[in-house]
């Protein structure tokens, strides 16, 4: 069994690092309080004696091989370490430690594994300031382009590539240059499936397809007090039509459909001046492509019919990524794992995003979910139970030991 | 007649002070560029040989008296010099450069007025910075205490009081020592009235009621991935919920209420984070009392409504002023001045508030408009032509000289 104190200790200590004066937990991709969580982490990796490998888009990656499976593809657990804004302490950072825990864990057994052992943390996995969401593990999988990658530009107008040379985390090694035999990824669920049956493990064998657009808006600024309403180009007003469309059409429909704007700035916002623009982001997702695209286009539709004298829209992709199945042999050994220890679990589908989904395109993989109070996530009030935390740490050690020969 | 080469000269010369990188007028008040502006009228006051007062609310007086008039209640011109943001050239200065225009203007003639004539540049008449608007001109009318004005805090957190020391113009004057005989205040329109009609000059008899809420929904942060819609308290939705509900409802009303949400914030505004906040401005306004209480009834009903299980509704008051109706036989004089020039003119009602609106309470006054093309206001492109500026300033010459005797 992994050791429950210092998994448990680690999370608590990376979840101090990045508050604000407030006390809010900000570590956005490539800042500075990115900076110091990576150190952390790569000093935790370093005094478990792993080897640390850091690409051209920032990943880290902690390997443990030794002469006996070099050369060998390794069993690959990883996830991130960045957060949104106000965040909770355990997205993204339980899985990387929880890897940590388990190839610690492994190593002290004093047996070989037959092939070598890597935990990740993948660059911007949430997407909050630079887009798109899971970019590290999509360049590590040949999705895009590193050079287009480190060319993003962030929502503080700043450019990827240059935050990780500024921060020190601009890597020399070629991204994809290691290649898993296979990935696992152990998350918090993020919903309210797991708590509400009572189920301690989550099997994911599947994850739902995410749109992202940057929508803009532009209307006529004019005096809030001398414009009569019939005469108005108000982008504000507009954009505010597109939330209530997209909310009431997504609470009304038949499929688990979501969707949200997170995100809305008015332009020149004066509390007298009609706004002149509006800019706003959707997230859009559906386990379905097919309802996933007609979602997109009736929100097509409506901005077109929005579009009138005086009001233009512009939309800019931020992300697509289709839905994903995961490896059903590897959501299998997780089955088996849980069942072992005596634990239930049950098959599900993932409402976020994770690394996982891109790795997916690469090598066989699948992810383990433990419950989430109440089902909230990305916000400081988003919890698991220690013990659900190490059943779930557990549950990766025994799949990534079958999974490594051990 | 007036000088007109000085009189747009001097428009021109400081609706060029205050540009940012991209060209945009944002002359905020008591912020470094509305010092700038400042420090140029103090000038030009100077120039002018007038006697410069500067009270502690930051409302700037320019005053021509000799001995036979010292002691006389002056005759008072005034508007501001403060913009909103990314604002055009006219709305304020325009009246405060006309004012020292014909000051200037009845200085040369070697006549003495049997009263004091005073331009005044009122501080804070925007009210995008600092609430309230039209705050100089009240304070000044002693409609609210000089400590609480002072006391302001910004939109950037700042304060009047500190802002206004640290710009030079916390002046020393008690506010109100100068009670006008008579109050005249020269505008653009800022609507599109006169130009509709053809009209060169507007005889300002009314000014509609002005109610300026903040309201802050508070709801509950989550993933935006992961949170099936029927969970959600998205404070970003219930805030577009209010914005659709006041524009649709004003639009469809048969009074000339006007509504307008200006700002809007989101918290934590993140893509992937259902908004655990949304605060925003709701500028409501219409010529009748009755219909303008009415209307923040139908607003607070809807905010109680919306009000539910994790979502909470905080409404601060930022302004509220009745309809103001006008000194009858100034509005009679400025229509006799019009005719007298072969001008057309008509009685109207303005949908901006105005410096007038608060000197109005200690002093017969009253305003005069001209034309705004297209209606446009608070806007870059705000524009009025040449002729119709000049035209104007010869109208608030006659009437001035007429009130003060010469
Ligand atoms: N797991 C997680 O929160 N990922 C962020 C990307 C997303 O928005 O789903
Ligand atoms: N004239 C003018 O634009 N005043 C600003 C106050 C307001 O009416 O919003």
Known sequence: AIDAQRLLGRIRELGAVGRDAEGRLIRLAASDT???????FVGWLRQAGLEVAIDRIGNIFGIWQ??????????????????????????GCY????????????????????????????????GVRFSPDMMGSLVHAGGVDVEAALAAIGTDGSTLGQELARIGYAGDREPGFLKPHIYVELHIEQGPVLEREGIPIGAVESLQGISWQRI??????NHAGT??????????YAAACVVTFLHDRAAASNSPTV????????EPNAINVIPSRAVFTVDLRDPDEQHLQAEEAALAAFLERLADEGITVTVERLARFEPVIFDGRVVELIEAAASKRGLVSRRMTS???????????IAPAAMIFVPSAGGISHSPREHTEDAELVA???ILLDVVADLAGM
Chains 1, 2 share one sequence.
Do not use: W
């Not at 990115?34 to 952390?40: S, T």
């Not at 409402?351 to 395109?361: F, L, T, V």
């Open 34 to 40: 990115d900076k110091l969580g990576r150190d952390l």
């Open 66 to 91: 030794d002469a006996n499976n070099n050369g060998q593809a390794p069993v690959l657990i990883g996830s991130h370490i960045d957060t949104v804004i106000d965040a909770g302490i355990y997205d």
């Open 95 to 126: 899985g990387v430690l929880a890897g940590l825990e388990v190839i610690e864990t492994l190593k002290s057994s004093g047996l070989s594994p037959s092939r070598p052992i890597a935990v990740a943390a993948f660059t911007n996995e949430e």
């Open 216 to 221: 803009t808006i532009d209307g006529v600024a």
């Open 227 to 236: 414009t009569p309403m019939s005469m108005r180009c108000d982008a504000g």
């Open 259 to 266: 969707a949200t704007v997170g995100t809305m700035r008015f």
């Open 351 to 361: 409402g976020a995003g994770h690394d996982a989904q891109m790795i997916a395109r």
């Open 392 to 394: 779930g740490a557990n």
